[in-house]
């Protein structure tokens, strides 16, 4: 069973009728062991901002060094979106286990007429991962209501209601006292229920949990007091907290009062659980770090751009009141919801704009556009209200119409953000094929139709990409790949929502020839994708900015002031060797030269800000008159920002982007920031780490972190994102990064590679002492694959492999200054 066999046998329980009850579910756990025993659990219900509450415990969480899970819904893309383990997400191989262990129980039961549910089956998958990954505590968000949710199965140590409104009144009461009623029961046997609740739900909750702890405003008299700050810059919301024993200012990067309410609750949960090992310190950085797709998400700032997925009356207020903190001119609303709801009381909750394009999601329960617009229309919302054939379509003309000065909201659904955020996420990548053997290779990593894989394999040795699409976009795709000559392969879609993984192939004329031919059947968030990877476009620096690898492939030289450090061993921990050995870099051809005041070794202890500062500071004064720009390598904020006022031109982090305060630095200075992959910094000696495939995982998660400082103001060409060789990957997988580096051009970000010295040359024989061979091989093969940029400690030789390499690949190119 291939993963997308198993993804669509756990989508297709859909069709079983929901059936409330833990008994389900608990049963299924017995004939899988009870994994989840031994599991600490925080849960979370609330008719709204239960995810958000989830995410932002779990982030303060791990943030206080705990091993953590999560499970929430919906998915955006795939179904391992909803479970997480130190915010990665559930391994393909996981769910395929899980599947091929649980099917013939559940054929079984479903036989019997006693079928479980999607939500049944995917939670007992969460528990059952959580198990087996050591989890030290998981949060669980509610799916509905409290008692009869499947998420009840476990006895939480910590649990919340966020608010009740009227929701699901068939299932829960059509009271606010019966809704509060079925919530609260998520409450833990030794501590008090948190909640958010306020006014007549806040008395409806404490009617059922007399001894609740209250989160709200002062003027509320709450157990637990917030204020809220309002925006400090388009993406965070300050925000302080005070308990009857700590206290918290910090930002959110969920800007609006309600998200500093679910704070609030949060940061009860987190010190109900961890007490005193919560520090304030943890709950500042674990809150400013709870990054939250889809919540009130600033995608662009010319025009604003936002995605919220508020579904009922309650949320849509809720943006409107935070929208109203941004300073725009006219409002164009994209706006998909599912039949369910209630869109006119949803729609007379939004702002009025100035133009509403209506759209459903690929979602059977979607409402249909027509009637979203008898809303709008209902209520005189909008000079131009008119249906839109996909969310796809609806952005575009909204951001069409829009002037630099305005603001696109798409709100209504999850499902419809969804949708609209890959005109973003979603990537294409270029993949090498050699022979049939490579196209196979592609062909199996995006789990095809077989027969079709076969038929294809042979046809692929030419421009090949892969690209992740809905059912209906492989449909278009296949039609019109068919028609102008291109091959489309894509693996049988059953369940409609998961993306998949689709291998387009041709000549560059076929491939153009398809571009025009998408366009043309309104599929031009597709093509906007692949255009760039057709056209073999890469990444070029505006006209004010003078970076050297813009023009050629650039040699970084490693400056260690460090005791420590696993390769020179502190041989430049002396500021003037260090300054000494920096100038002999710049002569031997370096463009760069890395200043690093803490090593990142396995096992390397920390070095505290401001040793850390005194280390780096007087060497980056010395460097000022360097004919090459100076990158601070450092994992913190603090030390970054007096790097860069001592005059250091780049940040290189190797957490990328732990620090939350790293990318606002960047956008604040205008530098460059290098984004490296790493699971730990320093390295955990003896961790193992799970990749499905080493490559497109660590481009996946690279991408989030590019996101976060694309929306922190920096340009896309300032992200420069360095796969981490050495950082959770084994040596093979190491190789493997370096032999697929082409693909991360998916990501249009200068690529850095930094494999100077690295253990991974232990895997073809090379001792702690003879890798310098080696470094030069790997460099000269960076090259050629792609860098723009090489990290290494021994400049001359590597600047000779790089020079050699560009030679090679055109030697009519070669530099005038590289010549002697």
């Known amino acids: 069973m291939d993963y997308h066999a198993a ?76 479970v997480r383990v130190d915010g990665r997400k559930i391994t393909e ?89 079925e919530k609260v029961t998520v409450a833990p046997e030794d501590a008090p229920l948190v909640t958010g609740a306020t006014g007549e739900s806040l008395a ?38 005070t308990g009857e024993d700590w206290g918290v200012e910090t930002r959110l990067p969920l800007p609006g009062a309600y998200q500093a309410r679910n704070a609030g609750v949060a940061a009860t ?71 369910d709801k209630d869109h006119r009381s949803m729609v007379e909750a939004l702002p009025p704009a100035a133009s509403v394009r209506t759209c459903a999601p690929a979602l059977e329960r979607a409402a249909d556009p027509a009637v979203l617009a008898a809303a709008f229309e ?53 993949r090498d094929v050699d022979g049939v053997d490579d196209a196979r290779a592609v062909l199996d990593r995006a789990h095809p139709d077989a027969v079709d894989a076969a038929a294809a394999a042979s046809e692929s040795v030419s421009d090949v990409l892969t690209v992740r699409l809905d059912r209906k976009e492989a449909r278009a795709l296949d039609r019109a790949a068919g028609r102008v000559g291109a091959t489309a392969i894509t693996a049988d879609y059953r369940s409609g929502r998961e993306l998949r993984a689709a291998v387009v192939a041709g000549t560059n004329a076929e491939l153009q020839e398809l571009l025009a031919a998408l366009d043309r059947r309104e599929l031009g968030n597709v093509a906007d994708t692949l255009r760039p990877r057709i056209d073999g476009a890469t990444t070029r620096a ?15 030289g490693v400056l260690n002031v460090t005791p420590d450090s696993f390769h020179d061993g502190g041989e430049y921990f002396d500021a003037s060797a260090a300054v000494e050995r920096a100038e002999a870099m710049v002569e031997a051809g370096a463009d760069v030269i890395d200043v690093g005041g803490e090593s990142t070794r396995p ?79 320093p390295v955990v000696p003896g961790k193992t780490v799970t990749y499905d495939d080493v490559v497109s995982d660590v481009i996946d998660e690279l991408a989030e972190r590019v996101a976060l400082a694309e929306r922190a103001g920096l340009d896309r060409e300032q992200v ?53 061979p080696a470094t030069i091989a790997a460099t000269a093969l960076a090259v050629d694959r792609g860098a723009d940029i090489v990290r290494v400690h021994d400049v001359a030789e590597n600047v000779a492999a790089v020079r050699t390499a560009v030679a090679t690949a055109d030697a009519a190119d070669v530099p005038d200054d590289w010549r002697a």
């Open 7 to 82: 993804a669509d046998f756990l989508s297709d329980l859909r069709r079983f009728a929901l059936d409330p009850g833990t008994e389900s579910i608990r049963e299924l756990l017995e004939f899988l062991d009870d994994p989840h025993e031994g599991v600490a659990f925080v849960q979370v219900a609330g008719s709204n901002g239960k995810g958000s509450t989830a995410r932002m415990t779990e982030s303060i969480l791990r943030e206080a060094g705990y091993r953590t899970g999560l499970y929430t819904s919906p998915h955006f893309d795939d179904i391992r979106e909803r």
């Open 542 to 556: 505006p006209a004010d900015r003078d970076y050297p690898w813009i023009e050629r492939p650039s040699v970084m």
């Open 93 to 181: 191989s996981a769910v395929v286990e899980f599947v091929e262990e649980v099917r013939p129980y559940l054929v079984d039961r479903a036989v019997e007429g006693d079928p479980l549910t999607s939500f049944e089956t995917l939670t007992a998958m969460s528990l059952w991962y959580f198990g087996r990954s050591d989890v030290d505590v998981a949060v669980l968000e509610v799916g509905m209501g409290g008692r009869l949710d499947a998420t009840s199965v476990v006895d939480p140590v910590a649990a919340a209601v966020t608010a009740v409104s009227l929701e699901h009144t068939d299932i829960l009461g059509d009271t606010l006292d019966d809704i509060a009623a």
């Open 204 to 241: 409806a909750v404490r009617r059922h949990a007399p001894d609740a702890l209250s989160v709200g405003l002062a003027e509320e008299s709450p157990d637990v007091r917030v204020r809220y700050d309002g925006l400090v810059n388009h993406a965070e919301a300050g925000v302080a907290l």
């Open 269 to 339: 949960l987190a010190r109900q659980f961890g007490g005193d090992r919560v520090t304030e310190a943890h709950l500042a950085r674990g809150l400013r770090n709870a990054h939250w797709p889809g919540r009130f998400e600033v995608v662009e700032r010319d025009p604003l751009v936002v995605l919220d997925g508020a579904h009922n009356p309650g949320a849509c207020e809720a943006v409107a009141e935070t929208l109203a903190e941004y300073d725009y001119d006219d409002l164009h609303l994209v706006f998909g919801a599912m039949h």
């Open 720 to 772: 420069i994102v360095d796969p981490g060789l050495g950082f959770g990957k084994s040596d093979v997988e190491n190789f493997e990064l370096l032999d697929r580096l082409p693909e991360f051009r998916a990501l249009d970000c200068p690529i850095l590679l930094g494999h100077s010295h690295k253990s991974m040359f232990a895997h073809v024989g090379q001792g702690a002492d003879e890798r310098l």
């Open 378 to 430: 209902a209520v005189g919302e909008g000079e131009t209200v008119e249906p839109a054939g996909s969310v796809a379509a609806g952005l575009a003309a909204a951001r069409d119409a829009a002037a630099p000065e305005d603001c696109v909201l798409v709100v209504g659904s999850l499902f419809a953000v969804a949708e609209a955020r890959r005109r973003w996420s979603r990537l294409a990548i270029t």
């Open 603 to 681: 096992g390397a202890d920390p070095v505290p800000v401001e040793a850390e500062i005194e280390r780096v500071r007087p060497v980056i004064e010395a460097l000022a008159d360097l004919d090459a720009l100076v990158s601070i390598d450092t994992r913190k904020a603090a030390v970054g920002r007096a790097a860069l006022e001592a005059g250091a031109d780049i940040l290189n982090d190797v957490t990328g982007l732990e620090d939350p305060e790293m990318r606002f630095l960047a956008a604040e200075f205008d530098v460059p920031v290098i984004v490296m992959h790493s699971i730990d910094a």
